[in-house]
């Protein structure tokens, strides 16, 4: 195996999530989608921003700690999980398989990689509120279902967590509550500790944070840690009953069916809101991070948009995340690329403004409505 290494990409600062307004020390990457000028978004923009611009490019790596690949900065022992882009499901299956050859993802005994299939539909991150992707994920799941063999289990993960909790508290978002910022964060935090000491030894100042990482740090700052041992008690707890309760991972090899937050167009002179207060418990873009699962993008259609810059209809790319149990990164990508041939669905995406005429385009609009299958 060998590979030519071609550049280094834009990373937000220390790997925390920046929007372009907020990357003042060095240009965030410009996204080619759509009309050009939306966010890059999260930790790993450039390597975003690559893998859909030039066509020389095979693979990206970046960092996913909280969704941003959705990682080879380490910002957190326990949250830090790799991270790869690419434009073809086929090629980067060979990739991984290469990558993996001697890892343990490789080495799931027969018994595993024979137990049934089982589809998850988690009504806590579902319905989306835009149509046009709540369609196109709903017509995907429907196709990978039928082609897996399976019925799709409508579930929530709040209601089993209440119906069986694993400790006194019963509402898994108090449980989980403070994990991310007392967990995560605190970790982000003192990760850096040599070097802020260094800088004011060396400088006789502290060194310069951007917006972000002054928010983060200046509450990170102030815990201590049994508020980290506390959070990370919580965190294997979650883990645990995640693993057993919600996958279920000793009698199936299930398939959690996630979103990747709500489409809308989002500028990139836009600046995000003003945060006042830290986030309280963990969203779906937690999960694979905290159980240790793979997680696999699929881009599955397209929703149009007006847009502000052009004046004209663009289209943002419209993606769903598939959440498996640990160590079948290769089954799963087997099962989707075969999924994506048998159904006649484009194996890989194009570089530019849109991911390719063959991938099915759907209209914006709202929609509140429930999805449910029969």
């Not at 957190?76 to 999980?81: A, L, P, Y």
């Not at 993996?100 to 018994?111: L, V």
């Not at 196109?136 to 082609?147: C, R, S």
């Not at 669905?345 to 999805?371: A, C, H, I, N, W």
Request: with cysteine.
């Amino acid at each position: 195996m060998g590979a030519n290494i071609v550049s280094k990409t834009h990373l937000s600062s220390f790997a925390m999530w920046e929007e372009p307004t907020q990357c003042v020390d060095f240009q965030d990457a410009f996204n080619p989608r759509g009309d050009g000028y939306q966010s890059p978004a999260g930790s790993s923009s450039g390597s975003g921003a690559a893998i859909a611009s030039y066509e020389w490019v095979d693979f990206t790596f970046g960092t996913d700690t909280t969704g941003s690949g959705l990682g080879m900065v380490a910002t957190s022992k326990e949250f830090d999980v790799p991270s790869i882009f690419s434009r073809g499901i086929s090629s980067l299956a060979r990739l991984m398989t290469l990558l993996f050859s001697t890892s343990s993802s490789s080495a799931r005994s027969a018994s595993e990689t024979s137990l049934p299939w089982k589809i998850l539909y988690p009504t806590d991150y579902f319905p989306i509120a835009n149509r046009g992707q709540t369609e196109a994920v709903k017509d995907f799941v429907e196709v990978l279902a039928a082609h897996v063999g399976c019925e799709i289990e409508m579930m929530s993960l709040k209601e089993r967590w209440a119906s069986k909790p694993p400790s006194d508290e019963s509402n898994m978002d108090k449980f989980m509550e403070n994990v991310q910022v007392h967990g995560f964060w605190y970790e982000a935090y003192h990760l850096l500790d040599s070097f802020r000491k260094e800088h004011q030894k060396r400088m006789g100042r502290p060194p310069y944070f951007t917006e972000v990482n002054r928010w983060i740090w200046g509450i990170a700052e102030l815990l201590d840690e049994s508020c980290y041992n506390d959070a990370m008690a919580r965190f294997h707890v979650f883990k645990g009953r995640f693993l057993t309760e919600i996958l279920n991972i000793e009698k199936r090899r299930a398939i959690m069916i996630l979103p990747i937050e709500t489409l809308s167009p989002r500028y990139r002179d836009v600046p995000p809101d003003k945060k006042s207060e830290p986030p309280r418990s963990i969203n779906e873009l937690w999960l694979s991070p905290i159980a240790g699962c793979p997680e696999l993008v699929v881009p599955v259609g397209q929703v149009a948009f007006h847009s502000r810059i052009s004046d004209h209809t663009e289209y943002l790319p419209v993606a769903v995340s598939l959440l498996s149990n640990p160590y079948s990164d290769l089954e799963l990508m087997k099962l989707v690329e075969d999924c994506l041939t048998q159904a006649k669905r484009p194996l890989e995406v194009q570089v530019g403004d849109t991911m390719g005429e063959k991938f099915p385009r759907y209209q914006v609009g709202q929609s509140r409505e429930v999805l449910t299958w029969d």
